[in-house]
């Protein structure tokens, strides 16, 4: 069984552009959560989608958003970069998104910002 | 607000010896504890999760504890190799806070051969 997949792996942009990250989601799984990893920060939960809706947010700005669709899959759009922004951006996988279930991660895109 | 602290935040031991990595977290109101384990530049893989009603769990050479009453979980790695070597996490899920985990900094580890 394939696991959580992220692309792209890597990703160069400048200030002020727009990203858009995809991830897909271990087969099954309908709960797909994001999280940024940054070496000042660590690992801050962004977002978390179950059956295309929006189901928990973190508190990053609204520049920062995402969704899901029919299939599962899931995307998430920064939008005006900032140096700031720079991080690893990981996804998530979990059956339901139930509070006993394991999260799988995929391995992550490094978005760098110049 | 749940805050997790782990301690070392990193460690170097010689190959062969056992260790504890140590996680506190603030609010003891946590359905789950989950130690996971992170290369570098890459994503995380789950070694261990503990429910809240659970008091270990164990795999091959790794056991985890959790002591929800005072805020801590252990992670004890016996007869440690050098592919051991990596960042070690542990996050909390809250009872109330979906299925978003708060994370630890991390334990960063090397195991000398």
């Known amino acids: 069984k394939a696991g959580v997949t992220q692309t792209p792996r890597y990703l160069i942009k400048t200030r002020g552009q727009q990203v858009t990250l995809s991830c897909s989601p271990i087969?099954?799984?309908?709960?797909v959560s994001w999280y940024q990893q940054t070496p000042g920060q660590g690992l801050q939960f962004l977002f978390e989608?179950?059956?295309?809706?929006?189901?928990n947010k973190g508190n990053f700005p609204g520049r920062f958003s995402g969704r899901q669709f029919s299939n599962s899959r899931s995307e998430m759009n920064v939008s005006t970069l900032e140096l700031g922004d720079s991080a690893l951006y990981l996804c998530?996988?979990?059956?339901?998104?139930?509070?006993?279930?394991?999260?799988?991660f995929g391995s992550g895109t490094q978005l760098s910002v110049l | 607000k749940q805050e997790v602290t782990q301690i070392p935040a990193a460690l170097s031991v010689p190959e062969g010896e056992n260790l504890v990595l140590n996680c506190s977290f603030t609010?003891?109101?946590?359905?789950?504890l989950q130690w996971f384990r992170q290369d570098p530049g890459k994503g995380l893989t789950s070694l261990l999760l503990?429910?809240?009603?659970?008091r270990e769990q164990t795999s091959g050479r790794l056991n985890a504890s959790l002591d929800k009453s005072s805020g801590r979980s252990t992670l004890y790695i016996a007869a440690s190799q050098p592919g051991d070597s990596a960042t070690y996490l542990c996050?909390?899920?809250?009872?109330?806070?979906?299925?978003?985990?708060?994370f630890g900094g991390g334990t960063r580890l090397m195991v000398k051969p």
């Open positions: 998530a996988s979990s059956l339901n998104g139930g509070l006993g279930e394991k999260l799988f």
């Open positions: 087969s099954g799984h309908r709960s």
């Open positions: 989608y179950f059956s295309e809706t929006q189901r």
């Open positions: 609010d003891s109101a946590i359905y789950n």
């Open positions: 503990i429910q809240s009603s659970q």
């Open positions: 996050a909390v899920r809250d009872n109330n806070a979906g299925n978003m985990l708060t």
